[in-house]
């Protein structure tokens, strides 16, 4: 069985060292981050199982960093880790996403029980992964080379982003990506200009696909995109 995969953000040195031995010693993979910046970046490197989040960190809160967390992923468990016991923070913990809440000083064999009691009410990840060998219409799409080629075998060389886009419309193809949630995990934030490099981006792949009429990329107005194979 893998191990659970636990990204702590803390930026207490101490406690941060007390939980990554301790989750270790428990059979967690564990990663630390020292700020709510530092976090994000971890977040969107990898894939993780559960996290766990201190409200008060220099950069970006932990409330902050969670509500960017959502736009990408609503679904990963989330428990916060915070001195504030205030009623109003717990409820707006909550409604950021929160799926617990630990008051500083807390019991680290509590903090593993609630680990384990999210973590069996989760259930199993459906995989997005692709196949190294993806049909796209006419096309085949070679993700791990950065490669589309058609049906004349003319090849595409994409750039980075282009790659990280298209992977991300395969993923979910004829189904809505949401153009936020979309910046934050490509380019680690929504900034206009990052929103008009993607637009610059999306225009190059509908370039790219235009030989295939049952393919598009279509602008779904006030969220995002879908990319449609039609039948």
Same mark, same amino acid.
């Given at each position: 069985?893998?191990?659970?995969?636990? @990204?702590?953000?803390? =930026? /207490?040195?101490? @406690?941060?060292?007390?939980?990554?031995?301790?989750?270790?010693?428990?059979?967690?993979? #564990?990663?630390?981050?020292?700020?709510?910046?530092?976090?994000?970046?971890?977040?969107?490197?990898?894939?993780?199982? #559960?996290?766990?989040?201190?409200?008060?960190?220099?950069?970006?809160?932990?409330?902050?960093?969670?509500? =960017?967390?959502?736009?990408?992923?609503?679904?990963?468990?989330?428990?916060?880790? +915070?001195?504030?016991? *205030?009623?109003?923070?717990?409820?707006?913990?909550?409604?950021?996403?929160?799926?617990?809440?630990?008051?500083?000083?807390?019991?680290?064999?509590?903090?593993?029980?609630?680990?384990?009691?999210?973590?069996?009410?989760?259930?199993?990840?459906?995989?997005?992964?692709?196949?190294?060998?993806?049909?796209?219409?006419? %096309?085949?799409?070679?993700?791990? *080379?950065?490669?589309?080629?058609?049906?004349?075998?003319?090849? %595409?060389?994409? +750039?980075?982003?282009?790659?990280?886009?298209?992977?991300?419309?395969?993923?979910?193809?004829?189904?809505?990506?949401?153009?936020?949630?979309?910046?934050?995990?490509?380019?680690? =934030? =929504?900034?206009?200009?990052?929103?008009?490099?993607?637009?610059? %981006?999306?225009?190059?792949?509908?370039?790219?696909?235009?030989?295939?009429?049952?393919?598009? #990329?279509? +602008?779904?107005?006030?969220?995002?995109?879908?990319?449609?194979?039609? /039948?």
């Amino acid at each position: 069985m893998n191990k659970l995969k636990i @990204l702590v953000v803390e =930026d /207490d040195p101490n @406690l941060g060292k007390i939980l990554l031995e301790y989750l270790e010693a428990k059979n967690f993979e #564990i990663t630390l981050a020292i700020d709510g910046e530092d976090g994000l970046e971890k977040f969107l490197n990898n894939t993780w199982d #559960i996290l766990l989040l201190d409200v008060m960190m220099p950069k970006k809160d932990g409330f902050s960093l969670a509500k =960017d967390i959502r736009k990408v992923d609503k679904t990963i468990p989330i428990i916060f880790l +915070t001195a504030k016991s *205030q009623k109003d923070n717990i409820i707006k913990a909550f409604k950021i996403g929160a799926d617990d809440y630990l008051t500083k000083p807390f019991s680290i064999e509590e903090l593993l029980a609630r680990i384990e009691a999210i973590m069996k009410r989760v259930p199993e990840k459906d995989s997005q992964e692709l196949s190294d060998e993806f049909r796209l219409g006419s %096309y085949k799409y070679l993700h791990n *080379q950065n490669l589309l080629v058609d049906k004349d075998k003319n090849k %595409y060389s994409l +750039t980075t982003k282009e790659n990280e886009l298209l992977k991300l419309f395969c993923a979910n193809v004829n189904d809505k990506v949401d153009r936020n949630a979309a910046l934050i995990k490509i380019w680690g =934030d =929504d900034s206009y200009y990052n929103a008009r490099s993607m637009d610059v %981006y999306i225009a190059k792949l509908r370039k790219y696909l235009k030989s295939d009429p049952k393919i598009e #990329i279509k +602008t779904i107005h006030g969220y995002g995109f879908k990319l449609l194979i039609l /039948d």
